[in-house]
């Protein structure tokens, strides 16, 4: 039986979607994933366009409410928020017996310059964010074999 993953930020527009996509990628045969936000919002276009650099296509993709599916009484085994202790906060309790990780991650709408600048600023939490996937997987494994 596959673990059930849910990432958590405050829009669903860049920091737990690529959690979610790279999860997917790297461990999807271990893993359900999903990703939602408190507040969700529009993707954010560069985002969209460094996954879409490896591979990854979500254009078109909707952003979800973390409330949403706390109301459908979805149960996961892992809770991630990818955003500040503040938002970590707000997120609801899932029941059950839910292990719950906050990844505090730079959140990509609030870069400023010019494009390559923001690409730039956002691959570096893209990349910080593979790493802590990585590490998740090796984690879970180490503790599934």
């Known amino acids: ?31 359900e994933i999903e990703s939602a936000g408190l507040e969700p919002g529009a993707l954010n276009p560069y985002v969209i366009e460094i996954l879409a650099e490896d591979g990854i296509d979500i254009t078109g ?53 010019t494009h390559d600048e923001i690409k730039a600023k956002t691959i570096e939490v893209r990349d910080q964010i593979v790493g802590k996937i990585k590490e998740f997987i090796e984690e879970y494994d180490a503790r599934h074999r």
């Not at 849910?6 to 790279?22: G, I, K, P, W």
């Not at 892992?78 to 505090?104: H, K, L, Q």
């Open 61 to 113: 993709k909707k952003t979800n409410d973390v409330f949403d599916f706390f109301k459908q009484e979805r149960t996961y085994d892992y809770v991630i928020t990818v955003c500040g202790a503040e938002t970590d906060a707000r997120c609801p309790i899932f029941p059950g017996n839910v292990v719950r990780r906050n990844w505090p991650f730079a959140d990509p709408s609030s870069f400023s310059g």
């Open 1 to 31: 039986m596959k673990a059930r993953v849910l990432f958590v930020c405050t829009h669903n527009s860049a920091r737990s979607q690529m959690s979610e996509e790279y999860l997917r990628k790297l461990g999807g045969d271990r893993f």
